[in-house]
């Protein structure tokens, strides 16, 4: 298939797998599975490219409708049946699909080519009842997608026609009373909109196409890509497809089938069916389906076809498949095939078993997985010892344990401080927001493949759906239990998305097994025994046989050290020192700051050094024969005083009782004096080794001393000594000189040279920029992220995250903000132009990266592009690092800078 610049129309046949750039997912799923000779309903596909022009210019493209006018009659002179006949009406579906799968974020419409006359026309052929819920179900449709009616209207009036039959369900509804609806709801339609529902099959198709175009820009598909990091310029494929029936009766019915567990990635039959329901109803959540093995008693010979058809799928795709289908009288019908979303846990075990079974590479295997699935299985789950007795249970649809204050709107859960469960009936993609906002979703609805289901399992979040026994009251805002248990809005609720299991209160929570596989308390039978842990390890092996990024942890304790090796850290790439003053140690600070003469300066240092020096005797064990990168002192010295106006406070009400104290009147001084507007680009890091004397020279003496007494008890300590704050070479110099002679001295005094690396943090612009001269004399750079950008941006981090990042955010400046992700377009650039520069000086600089996004899974490819040795991150990022930088050296050899 070659795409030309004025083509906008494919048939199904005409296309394939690999075009989803053009024809969106859905469409290349529906080409690859017409080739395949699957039965796919006849249709055809609007490209994204049309969606694009249209959302360009807020028109049809040229020749657009005269391509559908072509494709059109190919699908009436296929289905020998005319849109909006009379006697024996063609209808069409249309859906939205666009590259990535965006479930229940943009529009479908059913059943297009019904009017007044058309539905006489079915009815004959299919009969009254099924003919009439068609053309309710047109106009609900049409109604909220194309003219923009709140959907609770129509919902209302089902209600209410429910009510006057005496029906429980929808389905209970007769011919008599859905033509009564039908009534209802044009009477909505002209009420709310002015106009009539439009007669004109035709008419109905192209606003409905234009529709769906429109809903690539709605606030709900904008919120889910920016949470799926999915870009804003793709637009999204429609396709027209006739419809085949699943509300015709008990032999008729709509499902939708995994082909294996996307909860757990077990093999099996997984899914969920419908009888006599259109194929809105399952994905909607509106009843609750039975489990899809139940069609075997029901059809059994469309369910062996459906099995033949997902086993030639999955085999096709190598992957899991998610796949719609309905059956109209008891013949098979497919309408949707795709690569399924699934948990975490899945992923990675679906990923391992398709190792195993030779259908994929191990390369392809860490395509399949994501560091951010590796974060959601080290998330903590239930405690199984906590003796608690679930008040309701439901259907588990995604894994995980989610405590939070129960709310029963999007928006209260949006605004809630602290994390929430939110509770609906059921969700539709208005809901989106809240289901980000929350730690867990719980719904008296829906099956395992509803929107909440998927969507939660796509975002990794907790989710139980079909909690049937649930009287969910939304004007009350509460529900209660069959055992008569009421939880209000705010009552804290537990749920379990591996058990189904709803308890009131906060049940205890524990860490899970793949962080107790990290911290090496399974036994190889345990890990062996456990399907996640067991693919979890082989995938961290396969990265780690891969990765050419090195994975260093920011540690400050042995506790920490420790940990991270155990984590798999290959050294320790930030030690701050500065957390080596907190707690007790702050008064010796105090006393620092204050001294007047040298004697009261150098006894406070005399205090800090056996201190510091066991802090990094312990961390050196710890770390033995890795290297550890000790940060000099590099907060401005305010964070370790007493704030000013409370420490004027009270000497001010001392000397008003005539009890002044002398070191609090000395320490108010010295605070009044270091007082800055904005300390942050004041007097710290570098400036402060060159204002303080002794406060650099104690630090260094601490680490030399701990190295040599490492050496002298048999160990293999690797101390680097970096400079923080560097603005230009000659800083860097004199701190160099003054490291050197301190580093000569102890040699002098103990026998043992300490060979300890001396490097700088690149953390301002300047540095970046005059990168060459400083590696000239630096070993190591290492970038200080977190300050780059906010002297990059001139942001204040603390003050900008939450003030106006979240309009930055919802006006589209960002799309993740700049601390979480690197800014490749401004600070990456500075980072690598220091790359290229440090370099070319000194080839043989080491560089690492020591802010915040040496965890962040983009910012680590970012990274692993542009050259450097290390990242460095905090001890529990440090796998999901490790995954990365291989995911990232297996798609580097591709050549493939997407690894989404």
């Not at 008990?250 to 567990?261: E, I, L, N, Q, Y």
């Not at 699934?342 to 994929?360: H, S």
């Not at 002398?662 to 904005?678: M, S, Y």
């Not at 942050?680 to 680490?703: E, H, K």
Request: net charge negative; proline share 5%.
């Amino acid at each position: 298939m070659t795409a030309t610049t004025h083509r906008y129309v494919y048939a199904f046949a005409e296309g394939d797998k690999d075009h989803r750039d053009l024809l969106g997912g859905k469409g290349a799923g529906l080409a690859e599975m017409t080739n395949l000779g699957l039965p796919v309903p006849p249709g055809f596909t609007i490209t994204t490219e049309a969606c694009r022009r249209y959302l360009a210019t807020s028109d049809d493209p040229p020749g657009l409708a005269e391509e559908i006018d072509e494709h059109l009659a190919r699908l009436e002179a296929d289905r020998g049946k005319r849109l909006g006949d009379p006697q024996d009406p063609l209808l069409v579906s249309v859906r939205s699909g666009a590259k990535f799968s965006m479930p229940g974020m943009m529009d479908t419409v059913l059943d297009i080519g019904l009017n007044d006359a058309a539905v006489l026309g079915l009815a004959s052929a299919g009969g009254e009842r099924f003919a009439w819920d068609s053309y309710r179900r047109l106009i609900q449709m049409f109604g909220a997608t194309v003219l923009g009616i709140e959907a609770e209207a129509f919902t209302k009036a089902l209600e209410e026609a429910k009510h006057r039959s005496g029906a429980r369900r929808d389905i209970d509804l007769d011919a008599a009373a859905l033509r009564g609806l039908v009534a209802d709801y044009k009477r909505i339609v002209n009420a709310t909109t002015g106009i009539d529902f439009p007669q004109d099959p035709r008419e109905q198709l192209d606003m409905t196409v234009r529709a769906v175009f429109d809903s690539w820009n709605t606030d709900r598909a904008r919120v889910y890509r920016r949470s799926e990091r999915i870009p804003e310029d793709l637009g999204t494929a429609v396709n027209v497809m006739a419809m085949v029936y699943g509300n015709l009766g008990p032999d008729s019915g709509t499902g939708v089938a995994f082909t294996r567990d996307p909860a757990t990635g077990a093999p099996g039959v997984y899914g969920d069916y419908l009888a006599n329901a259109q194929g809105e109803d399952v994905v909607a959540g509106v009843r609750t389906p039975v489990p899809l093995a139940q069609l075997e008693h029901l059809d059994p010979a469309a369910y062996t076809e459906l099995l033949r058809i997902m086993a030639q799928l999955e085999a096709h795709y190598r992957d899991l498949c998610d796949i719609e289908f309905t059956i109209e009288h008891g013949r098979l019908w497919m309408l949707q095939t795709r690569i399924g979303k699934r948990t975490a846990a899945a992923a990675f075990r679906i990923a391992l078993q398709l190792v195993d079974d030779n259908r994929i590479s191990v390369e392809e295997a860490l395509g399949r997985v994501t560091a951010e699935q590796l974060s959601q299985l080290m998330f903590p789950q239930f405690d199984t010892e906590a003796k608690a007795e679930p008040i309701a249970a439901g259907v588990p649809a995604s894994p995980g344990a989610a405590v939070g204050a129960a709310v029963f709107d999007a928006a209260t859960a949006e605004r809630h401080d602290g994390p929430t469960i939110l509770v609906r009936r059921e969700t539709s993609p208005d809901d989106l927001p809240g289901i980000i906002a929350a730690a867990g979703v719980l719904t008296s609805r829906g099956g395992k493949t509803s929107h909440p289901a998927v969507a939660a399992r796509g975002m990794g979040k907790t989710c139980v759906v079909g909690a049937d026994d649930l009287q969910i009251d939304y004007d009350r805002k509460q529900f209660t239990t069959p055992g008569g248990t009421a939880v209000r809005e705010g009552d804290i609720v537990s749920i379990d998305g591996a058990t189904g299991a709803v308890y009131a209160g906060a049940i205890p929570v524990v860490p899970p097994p793949v962080v107790e596989y990290f911290e090496g308390r399974l036994t190889r039978e345990q890990r062996r025994a456990d399907p996640v842990v067991h693919a979890v390890a082989r995938m961290m092996t396969y990265a780690d046989e891969r990765r050419h990024l090195g994975v260093h942890a920011n540690a400050d304790t042995p506790a920490d050290a420790a940990r991270a090796r155990r984590f798999g850290a290959d050294g320790i790439g930030l030690c701050r020192t500065e957390h080596m003053f907190l707690g007790e140690r702050r008064r010796l600070v105090e006393r620092l700051v204050i001294a007047d003469t040298e004697d009261e300066r150098d006894s406070a240092l005399a205090e800090l050094l056996p201190l510091q020096l066991g802090d990094f005797t312990g961390v050196f064990a710890a770390m033995d024969g890795l290297p550890v990168t000790i940060r000099l002192l590099d907060p401005p010295l305010h964070e370790f005083l007493p704030d000013f106006t409370e420490l004027s406070v009270k000497v001010a009400l001392a000397e008003a009782r005539g009890e002044s104290d002398e070191t609090d009147i000395r320490l108010l001084a010295a605070v009044r004096r270091l007082h800055e507007q904005n300390p942050m680009l004041g007097l710290r890091g570098v400036r402060l080794g060159l204002v303080v004397p002794g406060l650099v020279a104690v630090q260094v003496r601490a680490i030399a001393l701990a190295a040599t007494a490492r050496i002298k008890a048999g160990g293999d300590p690797r101390p680097e000594i970096m400079v923080p704050l560097i603005g230009s070479v000659e800083e860097f110099d004199l701190m160099h000189a003054e490291i050197r002679r301190v580093l000569d001295e102890v040699a002098v005094e103990t026998g043992i040279a300490v060979d300890a690396a001396i490097g700088t943090m690149i953390e301002l612009p300047r540095a970046a920029l005059t990168a060459g001269r400083i590696a000239e004399r630096a070993a190591f750079f290492s970038f200080g992220t977190n300050d780059l950008t906010q002297t990059t941006w001139g942001f204040s981090r603390d003050d900008v995250e939450g003030s106006f990042f979240p309009v930055y955010f919802a006006k589209g400046v960002f799309a993740d903000s700049p601390f979480e992700s690197l800014d490749e377009e401004g600070v990456g650039r500075l980072v690598e132009l220091a790359v290229e520069e440090g370099r070319a000086a000194n080839r043989d600089l080491v560089i690492g990266v020591c802010g915040e996004h040496g965890g962040d899974p983009s910012s680590v490819r970012f990274f692993d592009r542009i050259g450097l040795d290390y990242v460095s991150c905090s001890p529990f990022r440090v796998p999901i690092a490790r995954l990365e930088a291989g995911r990232a050296a297996v798609a580097a050899e591709k050549g493939d800078t997407d690894t989404r």
